[in-house]
């Protein structure tokens, strides 16, 4: 029986995924399509520790106007306001899906508004995600399929630690947003936020004044 902390990660975020036959439906259609689909995020994350919804997010190589052709026979309805950003969502019965094109990011110094360019793998993708626990993937269209880990989310995810994928004073700098973030998921999960982390919130926290009332209201609701 083996104790690796990623693979029985990967176990159990596949056996959580078993309830929600969608997933693997949508990765037969990409497959079939050419295309790689993987379910990335906090639905990853939330699969690992049992608690796994019915809002599902997924990473493709798939550019958005091949992700609605995809998806458009067996969705109930789609709609695209996230399309600038390559996201494509849709709800299927109870579950809601939001589907997006590998990406990077750059953000000019007085907008947490990116310009976004589409990337060709999903190693890049995952830097620029807010927190390591969120920067973890399952790759559907792989058999079996591919846990991928590359910034130590699963240690993160048992030590109980909040931790970003680059640099804290990078990620923060770029999307103070993420500072908001990084204490509702603690105070949520009944996790710390690493030291060094912590620090950048700290310094960092004035970058919030570029966020909207509305955003930082929303967050605080959700804490």
Not at 101 to 130: A, C, H, M, W
Not at 156 to 178: I, Q, Y
Request: glycine share 6%; charged share 25%; aromatic share 8%.
């Amino acid at each position: 029986m083996t104790t690796n902390p990623k693979t029985i990660a990967a176990d159990l975020a596949i056996s959580a995924l078993s309830s929600k036959p969608l997933a693997s439906d949508l990765a037969e259609k990409f497959a079939k399509a050419g295309f790689t689909l993987a379910l990335v995020g906090g639905p990853v994350r939330d699969a690992i520790l049992g608690r796994l919804g019915n809002d599902l997010d997924f990473t493709t190589n798939a550019k958005p106007d091949e992700t609605k052709s995809i998806i458009k026979k067996g969705a109930d309805s789609i709609w695209e306001t996230g399309r600038e950003f390559g996201t494509i969502a849709a709800q299927f019965g109870d579950v809601t899906v939001e589907i997006t094109t590998y990406r990077s990011e750059k953000y000019e110094s007085q907008s947490r508004n990116p310009e976004v360019n589409f990337g060709d793998n999903i190693e890049g993708d995952l830097l620029r995600r807010d927190f390591t626990v969120n920067a973890m993937a399952l790759e559907l269209t792989t058999t079996p399929p591919t846990f991928i880990d590359n910034f130590d989310g699963v240690n993160d995810l048992v030590r109980k630690v909040l931790r970003t994928p680059g640099t804290p004073e990078n990620s923060f700098s770029d999307d103070p947003l993420r500072m908001m973030r990084g204490v509702r998921f603690a105070a949520q999960l009944d996790f710390d936020i690493e030291p060094e982390t912590f620090f950048a919130l700290t310094t960092y926290a004035p970058r919030l004044q570029i966020i909207s009332a509305e955003r930082i209201i929303d967050e605080l609701n959700k804490i």
